[in-house]
Nanobody
Framework: QVHVVESGGGLAQPGGSLRLSCAAS????????MSWARQVPGEGIEWVAG????????YFDDSVKGRFTISRDNNKNTVYLQMNNLKPEDTGLYYC???????????WGQGTQVSVSS
């Protein structure tokens, strides 16, 4: 059973940085691609970034490309999201997920809140 625990969120100023972490368990972490997604109140969950199982390939939504990086440590069963040059529109509840296709995904963790405001 997929179990993930996200952490690292907080309040940042525009232009600031945050690093999110996601500790995963319940499955063979190194065999799966992983993603980060976010939800803004009143809207659905949107995919933000993904990384291949071996960490060699990464993928980003256009809205974060060039500002966010995704990485993973398969020895620690953890995936990271480094967020730089944060913008107010990055505000949301950030989740990590198993895989790259999140349609019908239902193993969400509790998420970690990111708020970007001056």
């Amino acid at each position: 059973q997929v179990h993930v625990v996200e952490s690292g969120g907080g309040l940042a100023q525009p232009g600031g940085s945050l690093r999110l972490s996601c500790a995963a368990s319940g499955f063979t972490f190194s065999s799966y691609a992983m993603s980060w997604a976010r939800q803004v109140p009143g809207e659905g969950i949107e995919w933000v970034a993904g990384i291949s199982s071996d960490g060699r390939q990464s993928y980003f939504d256009d809205s974060v490309k060039g500002r966010f990086t995704i990485s993973r440590d398969n020895n620690k069963n953890t995936v990271y999201l480094q967020m730089n040059n944060l913008k107010p529109e990055d505000t949301g509840l950030y989740y990590c997920a198993q895989g790259l296709n999140l349609k019908d995904y239902n193993s969400w963790g509790q998420g970690t809140q990111v708020s970007v405001s001056s």
